[in-house]
């Protein structure tokens, strides 16, 4: 979304939201009777969509004389006060009340998320499957039935962080045809197994599939595909290090291969090496992710916190 302006300060004399609702809230006077949505098209067209205009009102971000209203056809009367809770303050209770993920950012083209550990992308077998998929799609029907997402790139089961998704086949397109090119960091914290011994490196081979399914590296060109994973050291302790790693390529399990190449796999990572399962998960965690929109060309960046458990794990 746009950012909204506001017309003029808030009114102390109103019944207001919480504390907190009220440092995120923008306010506008109502001049003339009319109805709400008329009012909110026309105060933000054409900056603003109209169903990005209509989802101010699905996630409780209009309020009038401080009380929240979702009714497209509210009566407005001159002189009421209408209150705009930004959409950062308004998302965060959207996740509260209709989905376990936290979304960092939505527009009509993509929509941003912060995947749990232990949550699939999409299910490879059964339909009904609690997934990022399936919650995402049940969080934008309540906007409109007749809306979708798309998956644009996929996070292991049991890795968390950044993840993108498209809402429409046009955009999805236009993302995956363009992804090296457009993404300008994609950038993971890991936790690993025992102490690693330079600050930072780059680690450079190629990656192929066996019978098995399983990928392995080679320092040599054996036909698979060239993968290069920069990382740098963060801090480390005798049994474990954290590490900064940042991906030229995005090859499938490229850390995870990488890192037990080196002998120092993640942690909780038992099908490359890593029976150490001090985290109760994978020691992966998708920290970072930079883009270009894909409709506007705009830069486009986000960031997931490291969780406190790696921290804790490798002071």
Same mark, same amino acid.
């Given at each position: 979304m746009i950012p909204i302006r506001s017309n003029q300060p808030n009114n102390p004399n109103q019944p207001t939201p919480n504390p907190t609702d009220k440092q995120h809230m923008t306010t506008y006077q109502v001049e003339q009777d009319a109805e709400l949505l008329a009012f909110l098209l026309e105060t933000f067209q054409p900056q603003q969509s109209r169903s990005a205009i209509k989802r101010m009102l699905t996630h409780k971000q209009v309020y009038i004389d401080g009380a929240p209203v979702t009714q497209h056809n509210h009566p407005l009367k001159k002189g009421q006060t209408i209150g705009i809770i930004n959409q950062k303050r308004a998302k965060q209770k959207t996740v509260l009340r209709q989905t376990n993920i936290p979304v960092l950012y939505e527009d009509d083209a993509i929509l941003v998320i912060d995947k749990p550990a232990g $949550?699939?992308?999409?299910a490879a077998d059964d339909p009904k499957a609690d997934t990022a998929y399936?919650?995402?799609?049940?969080?934008?029907?309540?906007?409109?039935?007749?809306?979708r997402i798309y998956i644009v790139h996929r996070l292991d089961r049991d890795t968390s962080g950044v993840m993108v998704f498209a809402k429409t086949p046009e955009v999805k397109e236009a993302l995956q045809t363009n992804w090296q090119q457009s993404v300008t960091d994609r950038q993971y914290t890991a936790v690993v197994i025992g102490q690693v011994a330079k600050p930072q490196d780059t680690i450079t081979s190629w990656l192929?599939?066996?019978?098995? $399914?399983?990928?392995?590296?080679?320092?040599?060109?054996? !036909? !698979?595909?060239?993968?290069?994973?920069h990382y740098k050291?963060?801090?480390?302790?005798?049994?474990?290090?954290l590490l900064e790693v940042d991906l030229e390529t995005g090859r499938k399990n490229q850390i995870r291969v990488h890192m037990?190449?080196?002998g120092h796999p993640v942690v909780g990572d038992s099908k490359y090496g890593g029976k150490d399962n001090a985290l109760k998960r994978l020691g992966l965690h998708a920290t970072t992710l930079?883009?270009?929109?894909?409709?506007t060309q705009q830069p486009l960046s986000f960031t997931s916190k490291v969780p406190k458990a790696f921290l804790n794990l490798t002071k």
């Open positions: $949550m699939l992308t999409i399936k919650q995402l799609t049940e969080y934008v029907k309540v906007q409109d039935r007749n809306n192929s599939q066996n019978k098995a $399914m399983q990928i392995y590296s080679t320092p040599y060109d054996n !036909g !698979g595909k060239h993968a290069v994973t050291l963060i801090q480390q302790n005798k049994q474990y290090s037990q190449s080196i930079a883009f270009a929109h894909p409709v």
